[in-house]
């Protein structure tokens, strides 16, 4: 029978949050998924240290993709050996080609405007009216007439030295839905400790050679089960709030449950539902077995996925 397993880790956090590595077993022979095991990362163990015990796990259950909600490429800046002329003039074209099609974006969308200034007013006036009947999730960030939001995101502009080609792609994508749905914008490094960062590339190294690492966003996920119609609205504004979150993570995993044949053993779910970096390696490690299937979003090249292996899911 042959059976392939994923892993995913959430790494977001503080130093002494209870980290879970997620291990999903995938019998592809008959289509059965389980949730193998939820292995506690603990930063302060005699017998063996946490960095230790990702490597050992890898071996053990013989992972080849794991996903993770960390940056694993860097911004342009951080590598550049050239004089910089700043980032309007930069010649790498991992900047330049994000910064030409922010131009176009603003000038199109300008455009618009100029035809029939008041009709633009009132649509735009209409986008930040609060109805909760309107179906945000469906409407394109980078349509036009463009959001108040996101056109103030970029008129703020790429910045090389933080930014990726990767987070541009994702504002064109899901800036409005994410701000609207859990009043947050993507940033690669937003919320990145540099203990973490320099913890990850210490990782890397001792890696199997044969071991793929991806990246991927537990909301930019939550968006899309949304789409796909498997989690309600309320699901999602539930999701973040402190009295009500656990509840909110209960009914999004049983509808995963259901939507994706998932067996979870009853301890397990508890633990997903009381502790939510378990349940966001979870949803990590759901990504990476839709990748498997082939479902997840041609990302353009423009965007760089070959350097940040990031994973949008198709459901």
């Not at 990302?299 to 990031?310: C, T």
Request: include cysteine; charge should be neutral.
């Amino acid at each position: 029978m042959k059976i392939q397993n994923i892993a995913g880790l959430c790494l977001k956090g503080g130093r002494k949050d209870n980290f879970y590595f997620c291990l999903l077993e995938d019998f592809q022979d008959n289509g059965r998924l389980f949730l193998k095991s939820l292995l506690r990362v603990q930063e302060e163990d005699d017998v063996i240290h946490g960095d230790e015990a990702i490597r050992k796990w890898i071996d053990k259950y013989s992972i080849q993709d794991m996903v993770i909600d960390f940056p694993l490429s860097s911004p342009a800046c951080k590598n550049c050996k050239l004089d910089c002329d700043g980032r309007h003039s930069c010649r790498d074209s991992a900047v330049s080609d994000v910064t030409k099609k922010i131009d176009e974006l603003l000038k199109v969308d300008n455009e618009v405007r100029g035809k029939d200034p008041k009709a633009y007013e009132r649509e735009r006036n209409l986008d930040d009216e609060i109805d909760y009947s309107r179906d945000v999730i469906n409407e394109k960030t980078d349509h036009h007439i463009l959001s108040r939001p996101f056109k103030r995101r970029l008129r703020k502009g790429y910045l090389p030295y933080w930014n990726r080609p990767i987070d541009f792609y994702i504002w064109t994508k899901y800036y409005d839905q994410l701000l609207k749905m859990f009043n947050i914008s993507y940033d690669s490094f937003g919320n990145t400790s540099l203990m973490l960062y320099f913890r990850l590339d210490y990782l890397k190294r001792h890696f199997p050679l044969n071991f793929s690492l991806y990246e991927a966003n537990v909301y930019i996920f939550m968006v899309e089960l949304l789409r796909a119609k498997v989690l309600r609205k309320r699901d999602l504004e539930d999701f973040l709030d402190i009295e009500s979150g656990a509840d909110a993570r209960f009914r999004i995993i049983e509808a995963v449950e259901k939507k994706f044949s998932i067996f979870i053993y009853e301890s397990d779910k508890e633990t997903l539902v009381k502790f939510p970096h378990a349940f966001q390696s979870f949803v990590l490690a759901l990504v990476g077995w839709l990748h498997q299937h082939n479902q997840s979003l041609d990302i353009p090249e423009w965007a760089r996925p070959n350097q940040s292996h990031f994973l949008i899911p198709k459901v």
